[in-house]
């Protein structure tokens, strides 16, 4: 595996490099993110045209996270190293 380091264009129009652990963390935490808002927006797919009311919007609940077999999560399974 290669392990150098990444680079990335800035915000500020600069490259940088960032360690592949750093990298690696990085992703885990989008992914991870992305995550937790599939499945705290899962309950209102396809329900909204407009912006979802306030008094309308799902409660967190911590049984959200685990979304594994969500289809919209299957090309980021990839990335959890099982």
Known sequence: MCLLPFSFLSCEGQYQE???????????????????????????EFKWTTIIPEDKV??????MINMQGNDDLYVEMTYSGN
């Open 58 to 63: 799902p409660e967190w609940k911590n049984s």
């Open 18 to 44: 960032i360690s592949h652990d750093d990298f690696y963390d990085k992703m885990q935490g989008a992914w991870i993110g992305q995550m937790a808002g599939v499945g705290w927006g899962l309950p209102t």
